[in-house]
């Protein structure tokens, strides 16, 4: 089946420093990619939506200066987290459609955990 | 715009027991909904999905949903319950209008299964 490699599992860093997130498509082209973001013991919120080739489509409230997104190929979208401080701490995790219609699944990465100190 | 409410953070049952999970939606069109599990620090896997058609989907791992449009319900179900199944199932509706396919997602209910 369709796998969605996430990149790194887990991270630590430091307040202040940049994180970048991989999500590749191992076995289709993925024309969307999701971001969500779970806090612990909450659900998945919707981050933003990144097209191949587009700019991303950011959620009301997500700081698109903040967590920047390239969507440069068919099987590859980055999050980058800028100037991460302890409150971004938190689980990603990715999701990438194949096409576009309307029944085609999702599949999800398994997501990275962010820790920054 | 589009909701989905589940009511029961945290669920306990025993091994071998049945199991409904409670789900309803608010959406004003014919809605696209999910059940996904969540393992710890895992991604979702998804289990059953419901579009059209019959109102009762089978899913993987035995679970089974009901789609009830009068009470604008989707509730998870399994027969017996095995120790394995102990998780995080979230229910999630659809925004199939786009076909971007963008999830709302419930705040999930966490299985506990004890022996």
């Known amino acids: 089946g369709a796998v969605v490699s996430q990149h790194p599992s887990w991270v630590i860093c430091k307040s202040g420093t940049s994180v970048k997130i991989e999500c590749r498509s191992l076995?289709?082209?993925?024309?969307?990619m999701f971001w969500y973001r779970q806090f612990p013991k909450q659900s998945l919120m919707l981050m933003a939506t990144s097209n191949e080739g587009s700019k991303a489509t950011y959620e009301q409230g997500v700081e698109k200066d903040k967590f920047l997104i390239n969507h440069a190929s068919l099987t590859l979208s980055t999050l980058t987290v800028t100037s991460a401080h302890p409150e971004d701490s938190s689980f990603y995790i990715c999701?990438?459609?194949?096409?576009?219609?309307?029944?085609?699944?999702?599949?999800f990465g398994n997501g990275t955990r962010l820790t920054v100190t | 715009a589009q909701s989905v409410t589940q009511p029961d953070i945290h669920i306990t049952v025993s091994e071998g027991a049945s199991l409904e999970l409670r789900c309803n939606y608010s959406?004003?069109?014919?809605?696209?909904l999910f059940w996904y599990v969540q393992s710890p620090g895992q991604g979702l896997q998804l289990l059953l999905k419901y579009f059209s058609g019959d109102t009762l989907v089978q899913g993987i791992k035995g679970f089974e949903a009901e789609f009830k449009r009068s009470q604008s319900s989707f509730n998870l179900r399994k027969p017996s319950v095995h120790w394995s199944d102990a998780a995080e199932y979230f229910c999630a509706v659809g925004d199939g209008g786009g076909a971007t396919n963008k999830l709302i997602f419930g705040t999930g209910t966490l299985l506990a299964v004890q022996p």
């Open positions: 999701s990438a459609l194949a096409d576009r219609t309307y029944n085609s699944p999702l599949h």
């Open positions: 076995d289709f082209q993925a024309t969307t």
């Open positions: 959406y004003g069109a014919t809605p696209y």
